[in-house]
Every structure is written in C-alpha cells, then in structure tokens.
T-cell receptor, first 113, second 115 residues
C-alpha cells in the first residue's frame, strides 16, 4: 500500500510569514499533484509535477518534486488570509491509462490576519 | 466554466438500504472516477471508468458497489446494501485525458449518512 504523509497536519501562522508543507512517501510516484480543498467542496488542482527535481511556481506558491520522486514540498511566501485552507498532495502511479491517485493526509493551514 | 455536478448533496439512509449517487461529468470528458472521504480521514480512490467499463478499482470497491453510465451524461455510483462504515463524502471526478496529463475535476461531493 502506498502512503503519503503530510506534515505538519495543522499550521497556523501570521499573515506575511513564509511556510513550507511537506509530503513524504517511501514509494515512487510518476506524478505528484497538489490540491486545495475548501469546506464542503471537492479538491481543486493547484499543480502537477512529474519530473524528479522539478520546481513549479504559481504566484507565491512554489512546488518541488523530490529527486527520487518520493516526496514533495509546497512553499508559500508572504502568506495571506486567502491562503487558508486544506492542502492535499496526491501521488499518481502511471503516466498513461486511468489515473488512480493516492492522497496524502492533508495539511490544514490557517493564516491569521 | 464547466463543472462536475453531483446529486444529492446530502443523503441520509438506513443501514441495509440501497443508495444511488449521481454525477454529471464535464461534457467532453472521457474518464470518470469516484473517490470517497470519511470524516477526518484522507480522500480514497474507489473506481475509475472508461469506455463503459471499470478500468481499475480499489479494495474498498467490493461487490456492494457498482458504477454505471446509463446515458451520455450521467455517471452513477450504487451501494447495494449500505453499512454504517459507508458514511462518507463521495466525490465524483472526470478528466479529458488519462494519467497525469489529464487534470481531474472534482464535484462538490455527496455526503452519505448511514444510520
């Protein structure tokens, strides 16, 4: 069974601070996706990384896929209250055929104004 | 903006009853999925569906579960005889392409409560 552990599970920081959320596994994934989920809604895709060592930026969010494709990180610069939410990483096993995602345990982020 | 829609948003049922959760995927998508999230736990894959047949299913998706695409628009998940542990939020998702190239679009979920 493939497992993805996210840390921290909960994070509460002041507006303007930087933060990093980690997603770790002992398994290799062909792709790693980050989602954000609001209460009462489904996950919304933020980014997909597929190459070991890949770094992608989405405004103040920086996503990195580990060299061995077993881990990933999400770094937020100058956090804003609008960043508050549940962040999920999800690993994919194959880059062809139907994708079965293994979701992480989630990091609930709260940005205090 | 196209979206995946799910009905009902919340269903309460008695243990042992049959439940059908409905989903309307994005119209030009070809790959369909059901995931579930038990309260406080992580999102779990149930089943993927392509070309009118199941592509892959998890160990959760036992004989009590079935999926169907009865017409060109709906994609349904049926639970034949619900158990207490089936209580969860069920998410439908669809994608235009397979694998990592295809972004999964999730619906807002159907909350199932089994009493």
């Amino acid at each position: 069974t493939q497992l993805l552990e996210q840390s921290p599970q909960f994070l509460s920081i002041q507006e303007g601070e930087n933060l990093t959320v980690y997603c770790n596994s002992s398994s290799v994934f062909s792709s790693l996706q980050w989602y954000r989920q609001e209460p009462g809604e489904g996950p919304v895709l933020l980014v997909t990384v597929v190459t070991g060592g890949e770094v992608k930026k989405l405004k103040r969010l920086t996503f990195q896929f580990g060299d061995a494709r077993k881990d990933s990180s999400l770094h937020i610069t100058a956090a804003q209250p609008g960043d508050t939410g549940l962040y999920l990483c999800a690993g994919g096993r194959s880059n062809f055929g139907n994708e079965k995602l293994t979701f992480g345990t989630g990091t609930r982020l709260t940005i205090i104004p | 903006e196209p979206e995946v829609t799910q009905t009902p948003s919340h269903q309460v049922t008695q243990m042992g009853q049959e439940v059908i959760l409905r989903c309307v995927p994005i119209s030009n998508h070809l790959y369909f999925y059901w995931y579930r999230q038990i309260l406080g736990q992580k999102v779990e894959f149930l089943v993927s569906f392509y070309n009118n047949e199941i592509s892959e299913k998890s160990e959760i998706f036992d004989d009590q579960f079935s999926v169907e695409r009865p017409d060109g628009s709906n994609f349904t998940l049926k639970i034949r005889s619900t158990k207490l542990e089936d209580s969860a939020m069920y998410f439908c998702a669809s994608s235009a392409d397979p694998g990592w190239a295809g972004e999964l679009f999730f619906g807002e979920g159907s909350r199932l409560t089994v009493l």
